[in-house]
């Protein structure tokens, strides 16, 4: 094993020749690529017959993380506010008050320092030349070398201070700006540092703070940036010092330019998509993205249990990245120290969370998207888990017990959609690894919610761009039918309208006989996906057996009566059971996913999915909570046959 420093993360980076043993076994009526640093991505074949344990590594809890960038490790106690040490190095877009609005504050010099007595002016909501001060918490310090966002408290909205971010303000008055502003660093009634910009006239409270015209006027668009030049060591106190780049870098240094792009539209720039490219100094190309093939990263975390349910399986992670890999897109998680010590795109080692080498978070009983009572809330575990400079990239999903006040077992998952916020709940699922069975349900259960949640991040509903479910045509592991009994081996075969005849409990086909089904959730042949949206119309007045799903027959019928014959006559059926008789339509999920979730006003680059006018854009710094899926838990009868199946 050779093992060479990788310096932009602190951590070793172990150069694997490795095989996975991935079990195709693996959310439902529930619910709902990684490579080599310097290789492309290569298919990981999985053995026929072997099958595969989801032993963690060893790896002692409660470890610190080091985080991805090189910062100073020998650091003074807090020591005096030099002068022109604290300087303002970034100033967020902003699409308007109730969007919000962050800066960022550098400190350059060799010692920690305190912004005790230190204060903000900036304007604030609805004025232009006027500057409001605004004072820092108590105690506030930024390391040596290190950055503080200072963003503004949002109206009904509780965020923690942490060592990378605090919130000033409060439900009178907040910092926000618009295409004009200006802010200022302020002690004894000194500047410390001053920027301006678009039409403002506000003055520091130091004449010499400024000098000549203004820095450009803001776009009012999200993931844009004003940001100083000249590696922080320079200040004219003038606009010579500052440039607007297309992608914000919150919390990490400047490093994009002003001519980035994102050709592939995954929200990383292509330049930090190759090798010695970084995004707010985060190393992407190493973690395995690539220019020209969209990436998506996911930051997996998982709650202290011993239910096995809970404990993220490497196979249930590499099924979903294989499902993507055959579209061409690539799927990174990081689940930290899990299943590899050291740094490992192969084994989701991409440095692990902010407070646990192995991911781990404390145990909660009920986990909601939300502030429900008595169930902790996915956003609190995120804003001490995750690196603030991931969260413009970097979905977050928890792996946690159930969604339910009494802890009891529920939806299978839950996610925002066209988000960045995922939580799978199959804790008191009774799932285990005690025979090939199993094994084989607990990884397919995993897998199938996570694609599932995932896809509603995405932009998926549970029937593509409408809510309609259970679809026999829409071929997706979006849709309750497909979900959790997978997709079987073709949408041809029989083995696709047995799913029907489960969801009927009909043609032999009951809650009892899950493992019965052909490549369902006891079968290594577990298949997920998302629809290609190729299937015909279903006109559930007009219905043609012989038709199947609308994709062609090899041989077979699509059983819709039951009657267990061939009805060579059309006639009419509700087939999802929705009460009406209506045109079903299929949807190309893989020809409008949208990946940059933090790029646009619109909370994406390109959503399909029609977005309520009441859903604030997704700003990951600010304003990071989306309209959540509507899911439906399964029934006791699911339940049971889950717990008994073998």
């Known amino acids: 094993m050779n093992n060479n420093y990788l310096k932009p993360y602190g951590v070793r980076l172990v150069g694997l020749s490795l095989s996975l043993v991935l079990s195709a076994c693996g959310g439902g009526g529930g619910g709902s690529g990684a490579e080599p640093a310097s290789a492309a991505p290569v298919a990981i074949t999985p053995p026929p017959v072997i099958i595969p344990t989801l032993t963690p590594a060893l790896v002692p809890e409660n470890v610190s993380t080091v985080l991805p960038t090189a910062t100073p490790t020998s650091v003074p106690a807090s020591g005096p506010n030099l002068p022109g040490a604290l300087l303002i190095s970034e100033v967020s877009s902003s699409y308007g008050y109730e969007a919000g609005a962050w800066l960022e504050i550098y400190n350059s010099s060799a010692q920690d320092i305190s912004l005790n007595g230190v204060s903000l002016r900036t304007v604030r909501a609805g004025w232009l030349n006027t500057l409001e001060s605004f004072s820092f918490p108590v105690n506030t310090q930024i390391k040596a070398g290190a950055y503080l966002l200072v963003a503004g408290k949002m ?43 678009g039409n403002s006239l506000a003055a520091p409270l130091s004449a010499s703070a400024w000098s000549g015209s203004n820095v450009a006027a803001m776009p009012l668009s999200y993931g844009q940036s004003l940001v100083r030049l000249g590696g922080m060591k320079v200040n004219s106190h003038s606009k010579q010092d500052w440039t607007l780049v297309p992608f914000a870098t919150p919390g990490g240094p400047n490093d994009v330019a002003v001519t ?36 998506i990263f996911i930051q997996i975390d998982h709650m202290k249990s011993t239910d096995q349910g809970i404990l993220p399986a490497k196979e249930s992670m590499q099924k979903v990245v294989d499902a993507f890999k055959a579209r061409n897109i690539s799927v990174h998680f990081d689940s930290g120290a899990l299943y590899s010590y050291d740094f490992n795109p192969a084994l989701f080692n991409l440095g692990g969370s ?34 603030i400079r991931r969260k413009q990239v970097f979905h977050y999903l928890l792996m946690a017990n159930s ?141 043609n057996e012989s038709a199947m799903i609308g994709r062609g027959s090899l041989g077979t019928y699509a059983d819709w009566n039951l009657d267990q014959q061939l009805n060579r006559l059309n006639y009419a059926l509700d087939l999802n059971d929705d009460g009406k008789k209506t045109f079903l339509y299929d949807y190309n999920d893989w020809g409008n996913l949208t990946l940059a979730f933090a790029r646009t006003a619109s909370g994406n680059s390109g959503a399909s999915i029609k977005r309520s006018a009441s859903v604030t854009a997704i700003n990951p710094i600010m304003n990071d909570k989306q309209r959540w899926s509507v899911e439906t838990a399964p029934s006791a009868d699911f339940m049971a046959a889950v717990r008994r199946a073998h």
């Open 155 to 197: 109206p009904n909205e509780t965020r923690a201070n942490t060592n990378q971010i605090v919130y000033v303000g409060d439900s009178i008055s907040t910092p926000s700006w618009n295409m004009n502003g200006a802010l200022e660093l302020v002690k004894d009634g000194v500047t410390l540092d001053f920027v301006r910009f």
């Open 260 to 295: 980035a792009v994102d050709n592939d539209r995954d929200g990383i720039p292509d330049s930090a998509e190759v090798a010695g490219g970084t995004f707010a100094g985060i190393d992407y190309y190493a973690m395995g993205a690539r220019v020209a093939r969209p990436d």
């Open 354 to 387: 902010r407070i646990s080498k192995n991911n781990k978070v404390d145990y909660h009983q009920c986990l909601g998207m939300g502030d429900q009572l008595n169930c902790a809330s996915i956003y609190d575990y995120k804003d001490k888990s995750m690196d």
């Open 403 to 543: 969604q339910k006040e009494d802890g009891k077992s529920g939806s299978s998952g839950y996610a925002e959609i066209v988000g960045n916020d995922i939580i799978v709940t199959l804790g008191d699922w009774g799932l285990n690894t005690s025979s090939a069975n199993e094994l084989n349900k607990l990884v397919n259960f995993q897998a199938a919610t996570i694609m599932h949640e995932l896809g509603h991040n995405l932009g998926l509903d549970h029937g593509g761009d409408d809510g309609v479910n259970h679809k026999p045509n829409y071929y997706s592991v979006m849709s309750y039918l497909y979900q959790l009994m997978g997709l079987g081996n073709d949408p041809k075969s029989s083995s696709t309208i047995e799913r029907y005849f489960l969801a009927k409990k009909a043609n032999g086909f009951g809650w009892g006989a899950l493992c019965k089904m052909e490549a369902g959730p006891c079968s290594r042949d577990f298949r997920i996906d998302y629809s290609d949206g190729s299937s015909s119309i279903l006109d559930e007045n007009n219905l």
